[in-house]
């Protein structure tokens, strides 16, 4: 690795301590939290390496987007979890915060521009190919049958441990379909996974100290308990461990080169 890029990965590893700090220095909202922890860094990323901006910022407006309304509501309808004070005075469709939406693209994003700085260097010339066309479809898809079902019946949407099932079958099985289908990626996508790991601890422990959100549910199958606070192990294992790698799995399948 060369001596600028260690500079940098050492930069991005302090990052998260730095952020947790300032933000609980200063008692900032979610808003402010959300361009503190994901904001800077990807900004950051973004001007090492230009050449993989459009195609990032491109998946993950369309993957985040859509993906944030839908799961957002139905966590929020189901008491998963719960923005009390969101700085915008308007929740989409009653429920999601605007801010959800910023925090699901610059998620996304950062998570895709940090593989691709320091674990893939890969630079796919073409914004979006044949499988990238497949996921549009597929969220279409997904977007229609979640407003047909909010129309006809919203009860529908009421799924007892909502968190666990969702987090297997859009975390888990996706997971290990690519990983057995392209093995090879494995170990980049752990490499990834442990700095997020770490990146989101920090920002969970930091998030819960200050009440930018909270899990107000009963139906989780356990609870960690640290430096204070408290969250479910669903938000452990399928956020924390498993989150990048499930967003870079998606990723390589749909819109890189699954090498």
């Known amino acids: 690795m060369p001596k600028r890029e260690k500079l940098d990965l050492i930069i991005l590893l302090l990052y998260p301590i730095i952020a947790s700090l300032i933000s609980l220095y200063l008692k900032t909202d979610f808003f402010i939290s959300i361009l503190l922890f994901f904001g800077v860094p990807s900004l950051f990323l973004s001007i090492k390496a230009k050449e993989h901006v459009k195609k990032t ?56 521009m940090f593989y691709e700085c320091f674990i893939d260097k890969h630079v796919t010339k073409k914004l979006y190919t044949k499988h990238t066309r497949t996921i549009v479809l597929i969220l279409l898809v997904i977007v229609g049958l979640f407003f047909f079902i909010l129309i006809q019946n919203p009860v529908y949407l009421r799924i007892p441990y909502f968190y666990l099932i969702s987090g297997i079958v859009i975390g888990i099985i996706p997971i290990l379909a690519v990983l057995f289908k392209f093995p090879i990626l494995f170990t980049k996508l752990l490499k990834t996974t442990s700095y997020f790991f770490f990146f989101t601890f920090m920002y969970e422990i930091t998030a819960l100290k200050l009440g930018w959100w909270e899990f107000r549910g009963e139906e989780f199958i356990g609870w960690v308990e640290i430096s204070g606070v408290k969250f479910p192990f669903e938000e452990l294992f399928f956020w924390m461990i498993l989150g990048a790698m499930g967003v870079l799995s998606y990723y390589e399948f749909f819109d890189d080169d699954r090498k």
């Open 57 to 112: 910022l491109l998946f993950s407006l369309m993957m985040g987007i859509p993906l944030s309304i839908i799961i957002d509501y139905i966590a929020h309808f189901n008491g998963t979890w719960w923005v009390p004070s969101p700085f915008f005075n308007f929740r989409i469709l009653d429920l999601v915060p605007l801010e959800d939406l910023l925090w699901g693209v610059l998620y996304l994003y950062f998570i895709i």
